[in-house]
């Protein structure tokens, strides 16, 4: 069995597109969804671990809309499962249709598990894309993390659920990321054993810190940590909508003023938002994304590593790859 990939970076994060309809996959956003998780979970498994994939990879499932406005239904995964948007991925699934030939400069419409999203592909190859409406649900929550001070921060979502807090306990640099990661891992836990989730349960699986930039012309950097355990290199799309949102609760910038976010490799993603009402806003993200491959992906029946594996520095390995009941 062979599958055509598509990668691509935006802001230095990967992202690895295929076409869904190419694998016999049908339906909305949220059945393709549901048909991947419940039978098709080896295709996730297959692009986002080791030995093809990486902590870091986030893989997309493009189709064809069925509904009557023209389009595309998206799927966004990583290496433990399934996302509600990706900011970045979706940058990068459109400088790789337009690389591809599909689409052109102009309007284009996809369909998310979290909702409807337009981007405008620009004549320069930026994509501007129109998140789904992003709020801040509680403000100054404290999380206690058993370091020498409580963390305060917000929960928020922008098409994933977010804590987001200003940090000052580490430069926010590249050279500080094992800190970081250790640090955002502790608030995690803390989150969890608080039982602090979205309002119907929704884990808060994503983790954002904000500090000062690197320049005077930027808003702020971040770390976002991911749920699969590893950290975003792009300033992190939807982490960025809930950013905007927790801004706009606490009157700290105006609708339309520019907010330029930085992420942990330096890359800039430029930001905005409309009202949307009921205390929610329509974030706008502007970024560039890469192609850096095309990539033609064997799956040998004797490689009992096709389907990926994952190893863990501290677990070991934690997903040791080929199980009984998985189709080729």
Not at 88 to 95: A, R, S
Not at 121 to 127: A, E, I, N, Q, T
Not at 180 to 208: C, K, N, Q
Not at 254 to 261: A, D, F, H, M, T
Request: net charge negative; hydrophobic share 35%.
């Amino acid at each position: 069995m062979r599958i055509d990939v598509v990668d691509s970076h935006t802001g230095g994060e990967p992202t690895r597109m295929v076409f869904g309809d190419h694998l016999g996959l049908a339906g909305d956003a949220i059945q393709i969804r549901n048909e991947l998780s419940r039978s098709h979970d080896w295709l996730r498994r297959t692009l986002c671990l080791e030995p093809r994939g990486s902590d870091v990879a986030v893989g997309a499932v493009v189709t064809p809309t069925e509904s009557a406005e023209p389009g595309y239904d998206v799927v966004f995964f990583n290496n433990v499962g399934y996302l509600g948007m990706c900011g970045h991925g979706l940058i990068g699934v459109v400088e790789s249709l337009r690389f591809l030939g599909q689409i052109a400069p102009g309007r284009h419409t996809f369909h998310t598990p979290a909702g409807r999203v337009t981007v405008d592909l620009l004549d320069d190859s930026r994509v501007e894309v129109k998140n789904v409406p992003s709020y801040c649900y509680q403000q100054s929550v404290v999380v206690d993390t058993s370091h020498d001070r409580p963390v305060l921060g917000d929960l928020a979502y922008g098409g994933n659920w977010f804590f987001l807090t200003d940090h000052t306990d580490h430069h926010l640099g590249s050279i500080n990321v094992h800190d970081l990661h250790e640090f955002s891992l502790g608030v995690r836990a803390a989150l969890s054993r608080a039982g602090l989730t979205g309002p119907e349960g929704e884990v808060i699986d994503h983790i954002a810190l904000f500090g000062a930039p690197s320049d005077s012309t930027l808003s702020a950097q971040n770390f976002v940590l991911c749920p699969g355990g590893a950290f975003d290199r792009s300033p992190c799309g939807t982490g960025t909508s809930a950013k905007l949102a927790c801004l706009a609760a606490r009157g700290d910038l105006l609708p339309g003023e520019v907010w330029r976010q930085e992420g942990i490799s330096g890359s800039v993603f430029e930001a905005w938002y409309e009202p949307a009402g009921e205390n929610q806003v329509t974030p706008y993200i502007r970024g560039r994304a890469f192609v850096t491959a095309e990539t033609r992906i064997n799956l040998d029946p004797e490689d009992p590593f096709r389907h990926g594996f994952r190893l863990n520095s501290s677990l070991g390995l934690v997903d040791p790859g080929m199980r009984p009941g998985i189709p080729l």
